[in-house]
């Protein structure tokens, strides 16, 4: 199974993944973690035929492997193996590009958005605005003020 946490609300993003791992984990699997700086390309591969020696199966989180560009592109070649492996693999990203998203799409993996919604916030209140509002005789937005 394959799925794939992004948005730039760590917060959430962190929730999720504890989620994740959570339901992975009850199936007695073993999790691994892999960055961007200790990306090794060997477990990858061997983690993606599936069965080990003494039957384990593992949970693969990948965090912020895309900003490694070897490791980026073994993990994109890779999706379709990712999606239909006996183990997981949870890859948790900051940003994603638009094309590796359609990518996680076409192979029908779990994609989760945590992306954060910025709120417009009301100016706070300035006594020269309200001077200004006043000078240009504009009663409008005098009393928005």
């Not at 959430?12 to 073993?30: P, Q, Y």
């Amino acid at each position: 199974m394959l799925t794939l946490i992004y948005g730039n609300d760590s917060a959430r993003r962190r929730i999720s993944l504890d989620k994740e791992l959570e339901a992975r984990t009850k199936e007695g699997s073993v999790v691994v973690a892999m960055s961007d700086i200790d990306f090794r390309e060997d477990f990858f591969q061997t983690t993606l035929e599936g069965n080990s020696l003494f039957g384990e199966h593992y949970t693969v989180v990948l965090s912020g492997t895309f900003e490694n560009e070897d490791a980026y592109n073994i993990i994109r070649t890779s999706l379709k193996k990712c999606a239909h492996s006996e183990n997981n693999f949870i890859v948790v990203e900051t940003k994603v590009l638009k094309d590796a998203l359609s990518a996680f799409e076409k192979v029908e993996a779990k994609i989760i958005s945590c992306d954060s919604v910025s709120k417009k916030e009301k100016p706070s209140f300035s006594i020269f605005s309200l001077a200004d509002a006043i000078g240009a005789r504009n009663r409008k937005n005098a009393w928005k003020i």
